[in-house]
Every structure is written in C-alpha cells, then in structure tokens.
C-alpha cells in the first residue's frame, strides 16, 4: 500500500486548497478512505472519511466547509477545503479505512502527509 499526499501550501484565511491523495498498491475502488490531521505539538484528529459507495462522513469542525471526494479511475481520493481557518493549519493525511469506521481508530494505512497553513 502507498498512498502520497499532495497540494499542502500557505494559504491566507478564508482561502481554498486542494489536497489530494494518490493510492497504489491495492484495489483502491473498495476501499474507504479518510484524512486525518495534525497541528504540530498535538494530537492527530479525524477529518473526513468516504466509503467506497461514496457516502461521506465529516468531524464537526470541518463540516460545511471541507469535501471529500473520490476519482476511482485516477485512484485518488481529494479534500477540497474552502473558507479555512487558522486553526485548520495542521499536517492533512491520507488513509485507508476499515468499513464500518468514521473515526481516527478505522484508519490504516497511512501516507506521511502534507502541510497546510492557514495565516497572512
């Protein structure tokens, strides 16, 4: 299993970016993926999570404001984050997840991130 994350960068508030995450390795259409995050000096947080019928499955704080989405052609799962926050500056990582999770204990494999920063 390989996953690479990719399109972390400074961004200003309220901006956008898109973070995508290329698999390899497995049968990427079944499986479900997440991103989890992680502000330097704390702990890892849950993001998002998407099954591989596409339902989708958001933390409270990035909910409305982040996306997650699937291309299982490209074997790429993405997050469109818009109207970020400085509080959303964190390392994002890509991962699969074991059916039946929405939360940090389901995910598995993981890539070794991408930054985001959120500031002027």
């Known amino acids: 299993v390989q996953l690479v994350e990719s399109g972390g960068d400074l961004v200003q508030p309220e901006g956008s970016l898109r973070l995508s995450c290329a698999a390899s390795?497995?049968?990427?259409?079944?499986?479900?993926m997440g991103w989890a995050r992680q502000v330097p000096g704390k702990g890892l947080e849950w993001v998002a999570g998407?099954?591989?019928?596409?339902?989708?499955y958001y933390a409270d704080s990035v909910e409305g404001r982040f996306t997650i989405s699937r291309d299982n052609a490209k074997n790429t799962v993405y997050l469109q984050m818009n109207n970020l926050k400085p509080e959303d500056t964190a390392v994002y990582y890509c991962?699969?997840?074991?059916?039946?999770?929405?939360?940090?204990?389901?995910?598995?494999?993981w890539g070794k991130g991408t930054l985001v920063t959120v500031s002027t």
């Open positions: 998407i099954y591989s019928d596409f339902s989708t």
């Open positions: 991962a699969t997840l074991i059916v039946g999770f929405s939360s940090l204990k389901g995910l598995d494999y």
């Open positions: 390795g497995f049968t990427f259409i079944g499986y479900a």
